[in-house]
């Protein structure tokens, strides 16, 4: 038999296996040990996974049997490299942590196995997320080797080699730091959640009730989607991911009752990646924040709850403009959900209402996510089609180990971005530059901002993503007057939507892939889909009453103007109000949107006014409209 990367099989589903049952115990309290050995100990077993799992080329993965053995060989020589480099900070971690930082000098053994992890993890990082994060991160060690080249307002002081390997692999803020800390804890448990979810079928549900609720309304699959991706991409934690899950249901459906191939696409993109900024879970990117600004979970969630809703009410309007415009209908009657059998399927909502409630009542995350889990393997007992099975269970572990790989290796990729960061001072050069900016204009301050934050986010997962910006954006937009959570929520939105916005526009191109549409037209149109992502947090900053803070008296109007702003720019974007928009009436609806959400009684009377006005236009206009003749609907096919 041909030695092939299938021949690691059984290894493979052992290491998941093991993942599973080293996460939970150490979470759970049943293994008490460091930190740090619990993080050594997560990227030993991720890495041996992704080098045993991913080939090093992507054409590998395809044809398998065509890969050379010098590659397998290749492979178990990094697998033991990596589990060794991670097992010496396990082994000697009280030597370790009695070294004195910048002043004892390395041992030959901790700078071979320093440098071996950063190669190890910039492979890993290759493999699983591409050349994206890699080159940033290459980027950054640059600077810290050559940056004292640099002048004097750019670089920094000079850096020994065995002092950066040190503050990488050696202290706790670099590769052991919080990134590589979260996807060792928090993120884990929520990816097992997810995938206990998936596997038992009980997702579904999500998706059946979202076509239920919309099967009359105009465009009612691509309203569905928003729903079901809302629901299960607040989970699953990866866009792209949730793309897959529940796009190869929604984008041909969209298409059938008469979406292009590229709003298809995009709406799918635009909905998945809204449910990493929509509470409870927010693919657990609440909890990291809640970690980094030591804001309560419940804080955050009631910051993001009304931008996120802003989001979606946005594209729903979209959705529904284009629906109107194109005259599309609902969803056709045979893949309407059986109202009778769904009803008694709800209870498989109930994991997702038991985490959240265990939440808000104040339980510890890692309780709540563990809890939840378990409340999943109880209730699948209750139906033949949900049941676990032995097979089924393993898969599930099986599952969560594959969808760790891309978010550790980047949180540790992260790590080495964070290291450099603060080891050269990065940090605060940028800090003072962009303050200088915010000096001459806050408006210019904030571009500068989002683009960098969009620059950062691209290629890399929505998690990695944030904690990237959030190391260097958050900390400027804090010193420029901005509240802590604002400043944290601008940042995370902009990491997020990176992956919609064009040119790397991953989340977009997996959309384009289900529905077989020009991968650049697609990310295009998801751009405009999502207009309000890149439009809300500029205004939460200069009102944060969007995020709830203040009293309601102050809360309440900014809502209000914000609805309905936000429903006009959607119809300036597509061009469609009561009936197709000119171009006058576009730009009177997206401007009056624009200021009826920017806070100020002027620019609401000026946002009334205009919006108004464009209504008044249209009405004159449909008056004078013949009447259209009523067309009958489209029969569909049995399948």
């Known amino acids: 038999m041909k030695f092939t990367r299938k021949t690691f099989r059984p290894v493979i589903l052992a290491l998941a296996v093991a993942l599973c049952l080293f996460q939970l115990s150490t979470s759970l309290g049943l293994l008490l ?32 049997e065509e890969e050379p053995r010098f590659w397998l060989a290749l492979d178990m020589v990094l697998v033991a490299a990596s589990s060794l480099s991670a097992l010496y900070i396990i082994r000697d971690l009280t030597f370790i942590q009695d070294m004195m930082p910048g002043i004892d000098e390395l041992t030959t053994e901790q700078m071979v196995c320093g440098i071996i992890m950063v190669l190890c993890i910039l492979e890993a990082t290759r493999r699983t997320a591409g050349l994206s994060l890699v080159i940033v991160t290459l980027v950054a060690l640059a600077y810290a080797v050559f940056g004292h080249m640099l002048p004097a307002s750019f670089g920094h002081l000079y850096l020994e080699p065995q002092r950066i390997i040190e503050s990488l692999y050696i202290m706790p803020d670099g590769i052991w730091g919080v990134s590589i800390g979260a996807s060792a804890t928090i993120i884990y448990l929520f990816v097992l959640f997810g995938s206990l979810l998936d596997k038992s079928g009980m997702s579904s549900v999500f998706l059946e009730l979202a076509c239920l609720c919309t099967k009359n309304a105009k465009g009612g699959p691509a309203k569905a989607s928003i729903f079901g991706s809302a629901l299960f991409g607040s989970v699953s934690g990866s866009a792209a991911a949730n793309v897959y899950a529940t796009g190869i249901f929604t984008i041909p459906l969209m298409k059938r009752v008469g979406y292009s191939a590229p709003f298809a696409g995009a709406v799918e993109a635009v909905a998945s990646s809204g449910g990493l900024i929509m509470p409870p879970v927010m693919g657990s990117i609440a909890f990291v924040m809640a970690e980094y600004t030591n804001i309560s979970y419940t804080g955050i969630c009631k910051a ?3 931008p996120a809703i802003l989001y979606y009410l946005g594209l729903f309007a979209m959705i529904h403009f284009e629906a109107m415009r194109c005259n599309i209908g609902g969803t056709p009657k045979e893949l309407v959900p059986d109202k009778a059998r769904l009803l008694k399927r709800l209870y498989y909502l109930a994991p997702l209402v038991i985490l ?241 959400i920017y806070p100020g009684i002027i620019t609401d009377i000026l946002g009334l006014g205009s919006v108004c006005l464009g209504l008044a236009l249209q009405l004159v206009r449909r008056k004078k409209l013949p009447v259209p003749e009523q067309t009958p609907e489209i029969e569909t096919s049995q399948s």
């Open 33 to 64: 040990i460091d930190p740090m050995m619990v993080r050594a100990g997560h990227v030993g077993i991720i890495f041996a996974l992704i080098f045993l799992w991913r080939p090093p080329l992507d054409r590998y993965r395809k044809a398998p």
């Open 304 to 306: 993001a709850l009304f």
């Open 356 to 596: 959240v409630v265990l939440m808000v009542s104040g339980m510890s995350v890692n309780f709540s996510a563990i809890a939840a889990s378990l409340s999943i393997l109880v209730l699948s007992i209750f139906h033949a089609e949900t049941r676990f099975t032995v097979k089924k269970f393993l898969n599930a572990m099986e599952d969560a180990a594959s969808n760790m790989l891309m978010i550790a290796a980047c949180c540790a990729c992260v790590g080495i971005i964070i290291g450099v960061v603060g080891m050269t001072g990065f940090g605060f050069g940028f800090v003072s530059m962009m303050e200088g900016l915010a000096h001459v204009s806050i408006l210019l301050f904030l571009f500068v901002l989002t683009i960098t934050c969009l620059i950062f986010g691209m290629g890399v997962p929505a998690l990695p993503a944030y904690l990237l910006v959030a190391t260097f954006g958050a900390p400027t937009l804090v010193n420029a007057g901005v509240p802590l959570i604002a400043a944290h929520m601008f940042v995370m939105y902009f990491a997020i939507v990176s992956g919609i916005t064009p040119p790397v526009c991953l989340v977009a191109y997996a959309g384009a892939s289900i529905a077989e549409a020009n991968p650049m037209k697609t990310g295009f149109t998801a751009f405009r889909l999502g207009i309000a992502a890149y439009l809300v947090p500029y205004f939460f900053i200069f009102e944060p009453a969007l995020l709830l803070i203040g009293s309601w008296d102050t809360v309440l109007p900014a809502i209000c103007t914000a609805i309905v702003g936000t429903v006009c720019i959607a119809s300036g974007m597509q061009g469609f109000m009561l009936i197709t928009s000119t171009r006058l009436e576009r730009l009177l609806f997206f401007g009056g949107g624009i200021c009826l």
